[in-house]
């Protein structure tokens, strides 16, 4: 007798404890397309480092907000000398990192020194390229000096790869990201999972999430399934566009279609015969249908353009016409090459839907015009290997997720377009220099017309970001300023 | 022996699975053979504009999400199949019979050697493997048919081998070997003619086999690339359109499912057929 009481009141002790858990339910399972190769934001291109981290583990002295504004961050307050060359971080007081370490003037001369140090692993050092030196007025203010006046500076101090890290943990982050933000790391099931989880002590507004998972489903028709069976509840970037329709419909959903960063290419290697010449380039511009790749690889949704500039951009201007679809033009171009009876080629397309299934049609309109385009379906490491590192690649197709990337056909290096203009160099070095509004707009415009009239590569469209979640979670972003999934306001 | 032939004939074709296995068989060779001189539709041609419509008279089997109509798909696709699963039978054939009679034939050292051999290729789960061996060389078709074709080698050597052995003991081998005729020669004249039935339903066996290793291979990416048009990849490109148009898994699926039924059945008959035991 006494034993079953002691059962049934340990039953209900139980009972009574997991419905006050699932009321105070506060986790969210978000779906991500593809796993890291490791959580150092610093120290990789990779976008689903930041999809991860990026404001939710690391944070950096600005940060750039839903609508791509510039926002402080761990720097409370900033002010700029009269000749645009030295700014003044005033720095959060109190703020602690996940590991207890503290926080301050000393962890940001670091962080921006080790990244622009020779020896800097940070994907994007161009961030860095205009700080001149960093120097500690007190612990909890740092001024930075410029080689000459940037107008992204702070900007360019939003970006993943420009998070202030900790002397103490900086070598560890791939596998243990310690940052100053609203979320710490918890764990990490290599091919399934990320954990992240609230940090208690955050020194600004707390998250309002105690727990947020990343699971990653590579496969798009997975990716549907576990939507709809309420594995995962929320997937920032959706990779079936063709099913979409069918989450419009539910209301159990919330279908979110907005802009991003990624203007999607034809990657050509412009140092590599026949794409060294121009007539070339142009035919295979030409050739392409804007209007049916994006109805037919992404099920109508996309933006055409014809430079390489976000059309949500107050400076873009449409040039889409000057690379109109003409195969006519198209294989005139290409006789006028020498290549009248066109020619045989490679196509490398790494795994996503918008390069995998956009392939196979920009192989077909190519066709039309002689061009012979084998298509080599590569995976993402190879890609990186083959296509981006050793250029060793006729025609690709990518997205260029990250923001205000303009400048990369104006590297030093060339990047894997190997593209070399010596006046757009010039230009995007005016740009940077400029921070007056109007004159800046005008010399973007500049170089998004010196870009259509060059075709370094032949644009496409810009990718749409595609979010889809459950009807009742609210917070997650609708555009994609940057590559991020900013959970702080999450619930 | 032409009448024994006619016989043979005349009873394969009142075995009533060898004959619908021989019509279905028959109807898919000939769409295939057909496919190279014409196609309802040409298949390179995308028509993005009348994507995934259903089954109409126009498009008897509907259109897929390029546009394209999916009866000239599977037309095309089953050449893909049955070129892949014919080669790599052929080369599973070639080399694994052989290699069985040539272990019957010498006993002792070369046949154990030859047989542990098989076991450890056996050993290796076959579609697994063919995998490994297309991640490793590269997706292809060339990749595919090669790889499926080194696992059917040990099939046949195992059915060519068993059986040989079952002979070796027999009056008429003892006979031709007692007038003198070489190993080599009584394997030629007298072995091989009566394993040959045995190779052939095994063949059949393994050529249905072949379409669904090719079909998988092609479903996971690594069989052959676009734009050729393959059933298993058909399939793959329909899953995430199931729910608008289901057309577009169906008709592949059905074209494999019909295609390995009716060599199962063809196989069956000529096992009925061929094999004295079952008489």
């Not at chain 1, 390489?308 to 003409?326: A, G």
Request: aromatic letters at 10%; hydrophobic letters at 45%; a negative charge.
């Amino acid at each position: 007798m006494k034993f079953w009481k002691l059962a049934l009141a340990s039953a209900a002790i139980a009972w009574l404890s997991s419905t006050v858990s699932l009321a105070a339910k506060t986790a969210l399972v978000l779906g991500i397309v593809l796993e890291p190769p490791h959580l150092d934001p610093t120290a990789g291109a990779a976008a689903a480092i930041d999809e991860i981290v990026y404001a939710n583990i690391f944070e950096g002295l600005t940060r750039i907000g839903p609508k791509g504004d510039v926002l402080p961050a761990l720097a409370e307050s900033w002010t700029k000398s009269d000749d645009g060359k030295v700014y003044t971080f005033k720095l959060h007081r109190d703020v602690k990192f996940h590991d207890g370490t503290s926080f301050g003037a000393d962890d940001v001369k670091f962080s921006l020194d080790r990244a622009r140090d020779g020896k800097s692993t940070n994907a994007q050092k161009g961030l860095f390229a205009a700080i001149d030196k960093v120097e500690i007025v007190d612990p909890l203010t740092v001024k930075v000096s410029l080689k000459q006046p940037s107008g992204d500076f702070l900007y360019n101090m939003g970006w993943g790869d420009a998070v202030i890290v900790a002397p103490e943990s900086a070598e560890l982050n791939k596998q243990t990201p310690i940052g100053t933000g609203p979320f710490r790391f918890d764990s990490w099931a290599k091919g399934s999972q990320i954990v992240i989880a609230k940090n208690p002590v955050y020194w600004g507004t707390p998250a309002l999430l105690d727990k947020a998972t990343f699971r990653v489903i590579p496969d798009p028709a997975a990716a549907t399934a576990a939507l709809l069976a309420g594995d995962v509840q929320a997937f920032p970037v959706f990779p079936s566009y063709e099913t979409i329709p069918q989450f419009q419909a539910d209301p159990r959903f919330k279908v979110v279609i907005g802009t991003t960063e990624g203007e999607t290419v034809l990657g050509m290697n412009n140092k590599k015969p026949p794409f060294d010449n121009l007539k070339v380039r142009q035919a295979i511009a030409h050739a392409i249908d804007r209007k049916t790749l994006i109805d037919g690889a992404m099920f109508g949704l996309g933006t055409p353009i014809g430079s390489f500039f976000p059309p949500h951009h107050p400076s873009y201007v449409d040039l889409t016409s000057e690379t109109n679809y003409d195969p006519q033009l198209a294989k005139k171009l290409l006789a006028e090459a020498g290549h009248a009876d066109g020619f045989k080629t490679t196509l490398k397309l790494p795994p996503p839907t918008y390069a995998r299934r956009g392939g196979e049609i920009i192989a077909a309109e190519l066709r039309e015009i002689g061009i012979e385009a084998e298509i080599i379906p590569v995976e993402w490491a190879q890609w990186l290997d083959q296509v981006f590192k050793n250029r060793d690649y006729d025609l690709t197709i990518v997205s260029h997720t990250e923001p205000n990337d303009l400048n990369i056909f104006a590297r030093d290096d060339d990047y894997y377009f190997n593209y070399d203009n010596l006046a757009f160099k010039e230009l995007v070095k005016q740009i940077d220099a400029v921070s007056d509004g109007s004159k800046r707009t005008e010399l973007y415009k500049q170089a998004q017309k010196v870009l259509a009239n060059d075709v370094p590569a032949a644009f496409l469209f810009q990718l749409p970001k595609t979010g889809i979640w459950d009807a009742k979670v609210e917070g997650l972003w609708e555009n994609g300023p940057i590559q991020a999934n900013d959970l702080t306001a999450v619930k | 022996m032409n009448i024994a032939w006619q016989t043979s004939v005349g009873k394969a074709l009142s075995n009533r699975s060898f004959f619908i296995g021989l019509i279905i068989t028959g109807a898919i060779a000939l769409a295939a053979l057909v496919s190279f001189v014409w196609t309802p539709y040409p298949v390179g041609a995308f028509d993005i504009a009348g994507k995934l419509k259903p089954p109409s008279a126009t498009h008897w089997l509907g259109t897929d999400h390029f546009g394209r109509d999916i009866l000239s798909m599977i037309m095309i696709g089953s050449r893909n199949s049955i070129a892949v699963a014919f080669i790599s039978v052929a080369i599973g054939a070639g080399i694994g019979v052989p290699l069985g009679l040539w272990g019957a034939a010498s006993g002792s050292f070369v046949d154990e050697v030859l047989v542990r051999f098989n076991d450890l290729v056996f050993a290796f789960p076959a579609l697994l493997s063919a995998v490994m061996i297309t991640a490793v060389f590269g997706p292809g078709t060339i990749n595919a048919i090669v790889a499926i074709g080194i696992f059917n080698i040990p099939v046949f050597a195992r059915v060519a081998r068993a059986a040989a052995l079952s002979l070796w003991p027999r009056e008429f081998v003892i006979a031709a070997s007692a007038v003198g005729k070489s190993t080599a020669r009584i394997t030629l004249d007298h072995i091989l003619p009566n394993v040959a039935p045995l190779l052939i339903v095994q063949g059949t066996i393994q050529f249905s086999l072949g379409i669904l290793a090719e079909a998988g291979l092609s479903y996971v990416g690594l069989g052959s690339q676009p734009p050729m048009p393959s059933w298993g990849r058909m399939l793959f490109e329909a899953q995430t359109m199931i729910s608008i148009a289901p057309h577009m898994a169906l008709f592949p699926g059905l074209a494999i499912v019909i295609t390995v039924l009716g060599l199962n059945l063809l196989g069956d008959g000529l096992r009925d057929v061929l094999d004295p035991k079952f008489e």
